[in-house]
């Protein structure tokens, strides 16, 4: 019964950067793997980057060394730091976590509009 609500996206120029956050309540989500994902118009969901609750991360390919996520457990949230954005980079973004027995993402959160202008 957790609760995930993701903010700070927005409109930013190419070249620009945003940090997405995903605050979790209900729950303390320490021990569950997190992960972003986006939708674009016309387009699938497609995962982004995912962290582990050990910490290990991984990430698609188009966002792999401008993208980082993170986590800090003390404040129950997760992070999506986003560099050098790109047009395509434009979707509504998504966080989700499953606890470790799951082998889909469970819970998910409502999504915040990125919007990157050229």
């Known amino acids: 019964q957790v609760q995930l609500v993701e903010s700070g996206g927005g409109l930013v120029q190419a070249g620009g950067s945003l940090r997405l956050s995903c605050a979790a309540s209900g729950r303390t989500i320490s021990s569950y793997g997190m992960s972003w994902h986006r939708q674009g118009p016309g387009k699938e969901r497609e995962l982004v980057a995912a962290?582990?609750?050990?910490?290990?991360?991984s990430y698609a390919d188009s966002v792999k060394g401008r993208f980082t996520i993170s986590r800090d457990n003390a404040k129950n949230t997760v992070y999506l730091q986003m560099n050098s954005l790109k047009p395509e980079d434009t979707a509504v973004y998504y966080c989700?976590?499953?606890?470790?027995?799951?082998?889909?993402?469970?819970?998910w959160g409502q999504g915040t509009q990125v919007t990157v202008s050229s």
């Open positions: 962290i582990s609750s050990g910490g290990r991360t």
């Open positions: 989700a976590g499953r606890l470790r027995s799951q082998t889909r993402y469970m819970y």
